[in-house]
T-cell receptor, first 113, second 114 residues
């Protein structure tokens, strides 16, 4: 089955700096790679996703990159702000609905003001 | 729309007791999931249901059973609770095409087994 590894487990940056979180997956058939943000005591919520037919996707200060050959994908947050402090999860699945989504262990991001 | 609703939000059990976590979604999604979240271990899939009438094991199914009662509802049952099942449980449903894949989570159910 699918296995998703996520690094680092904790990341501390200064406000305004960039943050990068990296994930690897094992199932070459996976074709959908979402990222979720979970604030303290809240439910996870999707912030950005990428499908296997795309190498990069950007949404304002966040971007994701995908290297299918190496089975790597990454989340990049630029100009970090204190409200970016949260736990971030990467995930992988085979999508056309109904395939199990497997998550990485999460990265706790601290943005220091 | 309420989205994904889970009950109860908090529960304390003694070892050996049984309980059922309830989950309902009103978004007409086909697929539903149960995850548990433990510190440092992320979200681990317990069971999922691709459609009404089907269920499949995830990464950590031992000690749990599920029922997909209808399209809206997916329940998780602990028959004989153990302290290792102390966790936060999240139910989720999956968005349909053309944006298939996004999971919508409930607020979570915090379970403590003494």
């Amino acid at each position: 089955g699918e296995n998703v590894e996520q690094h680092p487990s904790t990341l501390s940056v200064q406000e305004g700096d960039s943050a990068v979180i990296k994930c690897t997956y094992s199932d070459s058939a996976s074709n959908y790679f979402p990222w979720y943000k979970q604030e303290l005591g809240k439910r996870p919520q999707l912030i950005i996703d990428i499908r296997s037919n795309v190498g990069e996707k950007k949404d304002q200060r966040i971007a994701v990159t995908l290297n299918k050959t190496a089975k790597h994908f990454s989340l990049h947050i630029t100009e970090t702000q204190p409200e970016d402090s949260a736990v971030y999860f990467c995930a992988a699945s085979r999508v056309t609905g109904g395939f199990k989504t497997i998550f990485g262990a999460g990265t706790r991001l601290f943005v220091k003001a | 729309n309420a989205g994904v609703t889970q009950t109860p939000k908090f529960q304390v059990l003694k070892t050996g007791q049984s309980m059922t976590l309830q989950c309902a979604q009103d978004m007409n999604h086909n697929s539903m999931y149960w995850y548990r979240q433990d510190p440092g271990m992320g979200l681990r899939l317990i069971y999922y249901s691709a459609s009404e009438g089907t269920t499949d094991k995830g990464e950590v199914p031992n000690g749990y059973n599920v029922s997909r009662l209808n399209k809206r509802e997916f329940s998780l049952r602990l028959e004989s609770a153990a302290p290792s099942q102390t966790s936060v449980y999240f139910c989720a449903s999956e968005r349909l095409a053309p944006h298939t894949g996004e999971l919508f989570f409930g607020e979570g159910s915090r379970l403590t087994v003494l």
